[in-house]
């Protein structure tokens, strides 16, 4: 029997009703908990990874067949940004026509309870003959996945596919590539002096990061796809005193491996402009360029053609927001951007297709049973 549109969204709204920022751990432990009990009842083997650093668990989720050898990849995160309080104070689970709205319930509970649902379909059948599927349910995504990327890489080294669970951009487009990400934070140390009397003396970090501020905007170069944002600063401590200290973060998006490596350096070898005062700069790139290459091109080819069994046209596209599909695409073939269609990531609109739900775990289910 064929599963419903409103079948999935009864079991997605009880995901979405779990709130789960990434800072709320007893939350976001509160929803991997959830996901466990029901891949379990599925049959599938669960095992639970403590987290660490002040983050919520993740689940590693084996499917019942397929054994031990290289199998698909399945990337999955549970924490959404939205606080707790957004579900009943901002935006509460309602639908209106074709839109099932929710915090989360667009990137990426949708995509994530549509994988839940494609196994389940799988596993209620006959005897599965695939490839072993292996899920990664992370609990830091949102937060650039620093607890969660080394299980990901070592994941990504026994998978001959990475599907990833992102929603769907741009009418229901898949990913196949995204900017590389690199996060900085600058610092400066200068001298405090007495802004009315002693002036002269004093060395100002707020304006010195306030100059570099400028010549980082300058690197930003939209036909090569290199953006720079200054997106925090701080520093000072009264009106009336020179500031000693200031730090400023700093967002890098690239299109290459070639470019990230170029700015990186570029953006650490930075001189202070008054040598009186000490500058550093620390970070990296924190997500590597997801290129299009052979191997994804020709997974994105296999998934249109089950798309048009199905009954729709799928198209590519790449963005600039980063993925854990990031950590996998310059290894393994790695098709991002499937799960459910929608808009408003991480506003006070989010908000999922209901049309969506079938054909896109429906694509899902068939990526499973076809890939070898």
């Known amino acids: 029997m064929e599963i419903t549109a409103q079948e999935i969204l009864s079991g997605l709204r009880e995901w979405v009703e779990i709130e789960s920022q990434t800072a709320d751990v007893e939350g976001v432990n509160r929803m991997m908990s959830k996901c466990a009990a029901e891949y379990e009842a599925a049959g599938a083997g669960v095992e639970r990874i403590p987290g660490v650093e002040g983050r919520g668990d993740h689940l590693r989720i084996t499917s019942a067949w397929g054994g031990d050898g290289p199998g698909i990849l399945v990337l999955c995160h549970l924490d959404t940004v939205h606080p707790k309080g957004t579900l009943a104070k901002d935006l509460p689970f309602r639908i209106e026509g074709d839109k099932a709205y929710g915090p989360g319930i667009y990137d990426m509970k949708g995509g994530a309870y549509i994988a839940l649902c494609a196994y389940r379909a799988i596993a209620a059948g006959s005897t599965p003959n695939g490839l072993p599927i292996r899920f990664l349910y992370v609990s830091d995504e949102e937060t650039g996945s620093r607890t969660s990327r080394r299980l990901i ?117 930075l001189k202070p402009h008054n040598p009186a005062i000490e500058l550093t700069v620390t970070g990296g790139l924190n997500r590597p360029p997801f290129e299009k290459n052979a191997g994804i091109a020709s997974l994105f080819a296999h998934a249109k053609g089950i798309a048009a069994e199905i009954g729709f046209e799928l198209h590519d596209l790449s963005t600039g927001g980063g993925s854990d599909g990031n950590f996998t695409a310059h290894k393994v073939p790695t098709l991002d951007g499937l799960g459910v269609d929608g808009n408003g990531a991480h506003t006070l609109h989010e908000h999922l297709l209901i049309s969506s739900l079938v054909p896109r775990m429906t694509l899902q289910k068939r990526l499973f049973e076809s890939l070898s």
Not at 222 to 250: L, M
Request: glycine share 12%.
């Open 153 to 269: 890489e070592q994941e990504a080294e026994r998978a001959k596919y990475v599907l990833v669970t992102e929603p769907a951009r741009d009418g229901g487009r898949v990913v196949t590539g995204r900017k590389g990400v690199g996060r900085y934070v600058m610092s400066a140390r200068g001298r405090p002096a007495h802004a009315g009397s002693k002036h002269q003396e004093g060395l100002n970090a707020i304006t010195e990061v306030a100059r570099q501020a400028v010549t980082i905007d300058g690197w930003t170069d939209y036909a090569r796809g290199i953006t720079f944002n200054v997106g925090q600063i701080k520093g000072g401590t009264a009106d009336n005193v020179v500031p000693e200290h200031c730090s400023a973060t700093i967002d890098m998006r690239v299109l290459t491996v070639a470019d990230g490596e170029e700015l990186d350096r570029r953006i650490k070898a």
